[in-house]
């Protein structure tokens, strides 16, 4: 069965501080995706990021950074410089290799960035 | 840019009513899915939908039916609201061959 795990339900920073977000995931699939997303306080989730499980060179995006490890099935999110507009709920999530229909979401984590 | 709507961002609803929530989407996106999002379990699929009149389960569909009709609205119907199906709910989109999913805004509903 396909499980994401998000241990951390809330993180509060103060702005300027960096932050990680740790996903670990299961699944017996040799092909498949992970995610992220956010969900700002307007509600829509937002698409951050998409990895497949063949790829784990680490992505950076201006101050994101995703850090995907397959040895610990980790998938963490870092963003640098903390802004008060990162404030949000984000989500990790997994999908079968044969596309997004069944896509598995961690629970979420509440970051507060505090200015 | 894709764009997902859905009919209300607030509903309060008592037990028992027939509860419709509407979403549509105006990117001809062949795939909609209904998701509720709970505090501490993130989104929890209830149905999905690839084409026209085509549906599917998801993790969590009792007490749940849906109604695709039109390409660009997928509906959610409770038949019977309860008091448990208090939730968020929200309406995504995809397109066939991609794996990112467009989310709408979200109805915050209440069942009194």
């Known amino acids: 069965a396909q499980k994401v795990t998000q241990a951390q339900t809330e993180i509060s920073v103060v702005e300027k501080e960096d932050v990680t977000l740790d996903c670990v995931y299961e699944t017996r699939d040799t092909t498949y995706y992970l995610f992220w997303y956010k969900q700002p306080p307007s509600g829509e989730l937002v698409f951050l990021i998409r990895?497949?499980?063949?790829?784990?060179q680490n992505e950076i995006s201006g101050r994101y950074s995703w850090n995907f490890q397959k040895s610990t099935s980790s998938f963490n999110f870092t963003i640098t410089a903390s802004q008060v507009v990162d404030s949000a709920v984000y989500f990790c999530?997994?999908?079968?290799?044969?596309?997004?229909?069944?896509?598995?979401f961690g629970a979420g984590t509440r970051l507060f960035v505090k200015a | 840019d894709v764009k997902v709507t859905q009919s209300s961002r607030y509903l309060v609803k008592r037990t028992g009513e027939k509860v419709f929530l509407e979403c549509v989407q105006d990117?001809?996106?062949?795939?909609m899915f209904w998701y509720r999002q709970d505090p501490g379990l993130g989104l929890r699929l209830i149905y999905f939908?690839?084409?026209?009149?085509?549906?599917e389960k998801g993790d969590i569909p009792e007490g749940y039916s849906v109604s695709r009709e039109k390409k660009e609205r997928f509906s959610l119907i409770l038949e019977s609201a309860s008091t448990n199906q208090t939730s968020m709910y929200l309406c995504a989109t995809l397109t066939s061959g991609s794996y990112e999913q467009y989310f709408g805004p979200g109805t915050r509903l209440t069942v009194t």
């Open positions: 939908s690839y084409d026209v009149k085509m549906k």
């Open positions: 990117m001809d996106h062949e795939n």
């Open positions: 990895r497949n499980s063949f790829d784990e």
């Open positions: 999530a997994l999908s079968k290799g044969t596309g997004g229909f069944k896509t598995i």
